[in-house]
């Protein structure tokens, strides 16, 4: 099953495909161009143009890098490090000269500034490889299974606690009823101790879902309806745990409880292209409570999909004709043993 450890942050090396990667390196080599076309202008007047003209071979060559380094992500993972830093200097180096002497035949650049664009290529290149080996130790995988281990102690102890609750109210009423939810409730104990730095399939995650509903529907009763809508999804998908279920219980807790009449807890999940999406909305009850209610489950959320996934996920909210909606956008990944 993966786990928190095939994830890029985790990795000395950085995952070229990953978008906050991407990211990161664009804007680090643009500020690199930016200071050193300060350094080359006569006056400030003249720094723009300058980093224009430096902008024109900086970017291209910066794109055909990432790229490349994208195609070769899983070649360099199989080499030690060092020895994967070195070839992907050795590539930046080479694209370098190969795009500086084309701009020095365009005469984009001079013939004399070669030498120093290939060094402020090869500072630029390890300063990036530096940074990442550094953020990498930040999130050692025994760090970020630690932090994965806190966030998920916050959750566990209201997802137990209003759970045994849903089971406590049916004992005398309905023994029968109790003694299967008791039986659910334990799955639910089961999966609440899994270890938050494994990755568990989506059907595990519906599954969850589906029983805790199940048990709030014995309390509420006809109070709380359940739409469940899945599209076509590889229910294999791997998804962080403990993913649905804490925006499932405030669902029902600050959009069904506080209706006398009720309401729908909606759930949509549809895979788009290389995203898979997931939507839950149910209604509104007072906007000021629902929104202080949630505040800790999202910024939970939020934190694990940054530990997860880095920039590549994103966890989203709306408040629309009297329903709110919790919208988590996950990268679909391949499921790894």
């Known amino acids: 099953m993966a786990s928190i450890r095939h994830f890029p942050a985790t990795h000395?090396?950085?995952?070229w495909r990953n978008?906050?990667?991407?990211?990161?390196?664009?804007?680090?080599?643009?500020?690199?161009?930016?200071?050193a076309a300060l350094v080359q202008a006569p006056d400030l007047a003249?720094?723009?143009e300058r980093f224009v003209d430096l902008a024109s071979v900086v970017e291209p060559l910066l794109l055909i890098c990432l790229g490349l380094l994208s195609l070769l992500r899983d070649v360099l993972w199989r080499l030690r490090l060092r020895a994967g830093q070195a070839c992907v200097m050795a590539l930046a180096a080479v694209l370098a000269a190969l795009m500086f002497s084309y701009a020095s035949s365009l005469h984009l650049i001079d013939a004399s500034a070669i030498g120093r664009g290939l060094l402020l290529t090869l500072a630029s290149t390890a300063l990036l490889l530096l940074y990442f080996e550094l953020r990498s130790r930040a999130f050692s995988p025994a760090q970020a299974e630690a932090r994965l281990a806190?966030?998920?102690?916050?959750?566990?102890?209201?997802?137990?606690?209003n759970s045994l609750n849903a089971v406590l109210s049916l004992i005398r009423a309905r023994p029968q009823q109790a003694e299967a939810a008791l039986e659910s409730l334990s799955d639910l104990?089961?999966?609440?101790?899994?270890d938050p730095a494994e990755l568990v399939s989506l059907a595990d995650e519906v599954a969850l879902g589906r029983q805790y509903l199940e048990l709030e529907q014995l309390r509420l009763g006809e109070r709380l309806a359940v739409d469940w809508q899945i599209g076509e999804v590889s229910l294999d998908l791997p998804i962080p745990p403990l993913m649905l279920q804490p925006l499932l219980e405030n669902a029902v807790y600050h959009g069904i409880e506080p209706a006398p009449?009720?309401?729908?807890?909606?759930?949509?999940?549809?895979?788009?292209?290389?995203?898979?999406?997931i939507r839950i909305a149910n209604p509104v009850v007072g906007q000021a409570a629902h929104a202080a209610g949630n505040h800790m489950a999202l910024a939970n959320i939020r934190e694990r999909l940054a530990l997860y996934y880095?920039?590549?996920?994103r966890l989203e909210t709306e408040l629309a004709d009297n329903r709110y909606e919790v919208h988590i956008v996950l990268p679909c990944q391949r499921k790894r043993h």
């Open 12 to 15: 000395p090396l950085p995952d």
């Open 19 to 35: 978008f906050g990667v991407m990211l990161r390196v664009l804007l680090g080599v643009n500020v690199l161009a930016a200071l």
């Open 46 to 48: 003249g720094w723009g």
């Open 150 to 161: 806190a966030l998920n102690a916050r959750i566990r102890p209201h997802f137990l606690f």
């Open 189 to 194: 104990f089961r999966a609440a101790m899994r």
């Open 261 to 277: 009449a009720g309401g729908t807890v909606s759930i949509a999940i549809v895979r788009r292209g290389d995203e898979l999406h």
């Open 310 to 313: 880095d920039l590549e996920a």
